[in-house]
Structure formats: structure tokens, C-alpha cells
């Protein structure tokens, strides 16, 4: 079986203060109109509920981007990176269509769209990823999937996401008190 | 405003109005052989010399589309996959096809390898705006991923292609081409049918989840909608209503033809809005 790396997400423990996304932000140098990591917000009033969830480009096993980016701009990489060629884009905006978690963004001003490389400079450098790293609270963890799945027991998959059959992704979430049967 | 995806828009609409032309042109001119000498010589030649510029202008505003215009030709890169590199490489081999078809029509109409050439560019046409259908049936977009997707992109070309021909040759009183104009009729009300049964497979996906919920709401609560429905459901078939009744003239099928048009772009926006404007998706 080919490697594939992922994220554990805990959930339970966020409690939303987006430092992640800011992080992402600083480390990659995306324009305003750009969030590779965005922390998405699950609170209900009825009853009354908060629920933060960090999520960027998941990395899926297999990714609608890929398949329909029209420059064959997206490659997976040995480690399961699903990752795009910058070059290529021509601003099609097709992965954006494709992609059910928004994790391809368009950046008017480039004409382009961008997404989560995984920081694959910093992992072939021997770090971790910059989100990983900032996380006050542990929350994100970086990692061969199958290790983390041993390790982290979760869901990938929670009511109002994406169904994770259509592309997989290499995530494990730690729902959070709501979420939780 | 941005959700509305004009340059798609454009593009679709305007190159299935092309390839339409040159489909319903090969059935009148098979239903009725002499079309081509009558009275409307002149009119059915300009509609075979339409197809070139609908569909390079179709192809011309795609352009638009993109972040980079001047790096479209990458969009042909990934063949093995892309359904969008798929389009393009139909079209640029429609557009080939329609370039040699209206020459022959401007040059040599009355040739028999212009009408084979309409009868291939017929076939590759409906297969181009069936691959341009399935860019978008992608299983992650809920709302564009059914059979209503492909019915629309070809009902719009049988649609707008049947009711240009008939405003061409309609009010010719030469057997054949009359019973030409009754075929052409017949079809327009078929497109109408399979238009109206379209959009209740649309309205059925109400429910099923929030994202095909809001595609039906943004189709049906827009206002556009109900502009859509007088202009490409009740004139086409008012105005095959009268071709029956041998009472059309060119100048009404004409001004009729301006609304539908009008109409199927207008649906086409509500195609498009109704899903991007959901973007970010998750």
C-alpha cells in the first residue's frame, strides 16, 4: 500500500482561535483573497452548540482536482501530497467547481488558483507543517494516515460535510461534543 | 453578478446555436431536398454561413473565462481525464468542421460534400455539447450531476437550431419545404416538451440534499425564470402553433427567434448561478 499522509483534526479540543489559518497565511504568503486553511464554524442555537472544525486541502486518496484540472496542473506525489503545479494554472477555476471541501481557491488578482501543499518544502526539510506547528492546543497533527489512524480513532465525515466516499480524504476528525452519538 | 459565469454562458449557448443550425438544416434539407434551390436559397445560406461565427464567438468568449486568457492552450494538457480538456478539443474539431462547412455554404452551396460535411459536423456537434455537458456532472456537484444537465446543453441546440431554420425558410409555399417547416415545428414543441420535463427532473431534486435544495430554489425563486418561461416555453410554441397553421411569416419566427435566444441565455445564467452562488461550498 502506497503512503499517504494526513491530519488528525481534534475538534473537541478547538476552541476557534484561528491562529492555524494565520499561520498558513504568514508561512505561505497567500493574498487576502486566499485561505488554504480556514476554520470553519459549526455552532447550532437549538440546542445551543459550538463547534469549531481547522480544515484545509485534505489530500484525498482520490482527488476531483486532479482528475479534472484541465493542464494536469495536480499530481499526487509519492508521500500522498496531492499537489499543484503553480505554473500550470490558467485559471480555469475547474478544481474549484470540483473540489467539495473549497480547498482550491481562486485569487482574482493572480488570475490563478492556489491550495495546501501539505508545507511540502518544510516536510522535505524535516519539519512539520506550519499549522501543525502553531496550533496552541495540539489540535492538528501531521502524519502517515495509517499511523494516525491507529493512533486517533475518529470520523472523516460529519452531518453538513461532503460525503468522504466521492474523494476520500485523508483525514481523521475528532468530533466535537455535538457531533458525537 | 460573478456567479453568473457570462463567458460560459456565451460560450455554451452560442456553440450549441451553431451546431443546432447545421443539425436542423440536415433534417429540412433531408426532409425536403429542394430546400436548397427554392425560394429561400439566399436565407438557408446565410444560416449555414451563421454557423462559423456562433460558434468562434462561442469559443472566443470561453476565453474570457479563464485568469490567464493567453495561456488557454494549456487547457488541452490533461486529455487523459479532464472532461474540460475534452470540450476544448471538440470544439476546436467542430470549429474546423464549421469553417469548411460555411466556406462551402458562401462558395458551393449546392455541394454534395457540404452536405456530408453538415451531416458530420450534425454528429460531432452532439457528441461536443455532450462532452461540454459532462464537465459539470462531476459527482461532487450535486446539482449539476444528473441526466438534466445533459438534456438542457441538448435541448438548447435542437431548440434554438430548429427555430432559425424556420425563420429562414418559413412562408416558402413549395410542398416539400412547408412540410420541412411542419417537421421543424414538431420539433420545437418536442424541445419545449423536453424542456418542461427537464426542469420538473430539476425541481424533483428538491429535498435530497441542501445543495441540490438550494439549486432548485435558485432556479425557481428567480425572477429570470419566469422571464425564461414566456420567452423560450410559450413563444416556441405559439410560434409553432402558427408554422402548423401555414400562418408564420419570416419576420415573426425572426422576432420570435430574438426572445428564445434571449431565453435559453437567461436559463443558462440561472444553470450556473444557482450552484456557484453556493461557493464556498464547505
Not at chain 1, 44 to 71: Q, V
Not at chain 1, 142 to 151: C, S, T, V, Y
Not at chain 2, 180 to 199: E, F, P, S, Y
Not at chain 2, 225 to 253: C, D, G, H, Q
Request: glycine share 8%; with cysteine; aromatic share 8%.
Amino acid at each position: 500500500m502506497s503512503k499517504q499522509v494526513g491530519f488528525y483534526i481534534d475538534m473537541a479540543n478547538c476552541y476557534g482561535c484561528q491562529t492555524c489559518q494565520v499561520a498558513c497565511k504568514s508561512e505561505q504568503g497567500t493574498t487576502p483573497a486566499v485561505s488554504w486553511r480556514r476554520v470553519r464554524h459549526f455552532d447550532t442555537d437549538y440546542p445551543a452548540t459550538h463547534g469549531t472544525l481547522s480544515m484545509s486541502c485534505n489530500h484525498c486518496d482520490n482527488p476531483e482536482c486532479l482528475k479534472n484540472c484541465p493542464t494536469g496542473a495536480y499530481v499526487k506525489l509519492a508521500n500522498g501530497i496531492v499537489y499543484q503545479n503553480h505554473d500550470k494554472c490558467i485559471g480555469c477555476r475547474m478544481c474549484v467547481m470540483a473540489c467539495p471541501y473549497g480547498a482550491p481557491q481562486y485569487d482574482p488578482e493572480e488570475g490563478k488558483v492556489s491550495k495546501c501543499s501539505y508545507c511540502r518544502e518544510r516536510i522535505e526539510a524535516g519539519l512539520q507543517p506550519q499549522c501543525v506547528e502553531a496550533c496552541p492546543g495540539g489540535n492538528i497533527i501531521a502524519g502517515d494516515l495509517q499511523e494516525l489512524r491507529a493512533k486517533y480513532p475518529g470520523a472523516v465525515e460529519l452531518t453538513g460535510m461532503p460525503k468522504a466516499k466521492l474523494t476520500r480524504p485523508s483525514i481523521i476528525i475528532n468530533p466535537a461534543k455535538a457531533f458525537k452519538k | 453578478m460573478e456567479a453568473w459565469e457570462l463567458p460560459l454562458v456565451l460560450f455554451t449557448v452560442l456553440g450549441q446555436w451553431g451546431i443546432g443550425i447545421a443539425l436542423m438544416i440536415t433534417i429540412a434539407e433531408s426532409v425536403a431536398p429542394s430546400i436548397v434551390d427554392s425560394a429561400n436559397r439566399q436565407n438557408i445560406r446565410f444560416g449555414g454561413m451563421m454557423v462559423l461565427p456562433l460558434i468562434a464567438l462561442g469559443l472566443l468568449f470561453s476565453v474570457f473565462h479563464l485568469g490567464t486568457p493567453f495561456a488557454a492552450y494549456k487547457a488541452l494538457f490533461n486529455l487523459g481525464t479532464s472532461m474540460l480538456s475534452l470540450e476544448i478539443l471538440a470544439f476546436i474539431i467542430v470549429s474546423a468542421l464549421a469553417l469548411v462547412y460555411s466556406y462551402m455554404w458562401w462558395k458551393n452551396p449546392d455541394s454534395g460534400l457540404r452536405r456530408t460535411i453538415g451531416i458530420v459536423l450534425s454528429v460531432v456537434g452532439i457528441i461536443a455539447i455532450v462532452i461540454s455537458s459532462k464537465v459539470y456532472t462531476m459527482p461532487t456537484r450535486l446539482g449539476w450531476d444528473s441526466w438534466e444537465t445533459i438534456a438542457a446543453f441538448l435541448l438548447t441546440a435542437v431548440l434554438l437550431g430548429a427555430t432559425t431554420v424556420a425563420a429562414l425558410v418559413v412562408g416558402n409555399k413549395a410542398t416539400d419545404v412547408m412540410k420541412a417547416n411542419k417537421v421543424l415545428a414538431v420539433i420545437i414543441l418536442l424541445a419545449v416538451v423536453g424542456i418542461v420535463v427537464t426542469l420538473a427532473g430539476i425541481s424533483s431534486m428538491y429535498g435530497q440534499s441542501a445543495e441540490q435544495s438550494a439549486v432548485v430554489i435558485g432556479t425557481f425563486a428567480n425572477g429570470m425564470f419566469f422571464v425564461r418561461l414566456l420567452l423560450s416555453l410559450m413563444i416556441p410554441v405559439i410560434m409553432a402553433a402558427y408554422i402548423l397553421s401555414n400562418k408564420a411569416t419570416n419576420n415573426l419566427v425572426t422576432l420570435g427567434l430574438g426572445g428564445i435566444v434571449v431565453g435559453e441565455l437567461l436559463g443558462r445564467v440561472l444553470f450556473y448561478s444557482s450552484t456557484m452562488s453556493q461557493y464556498p461550498w464547505f
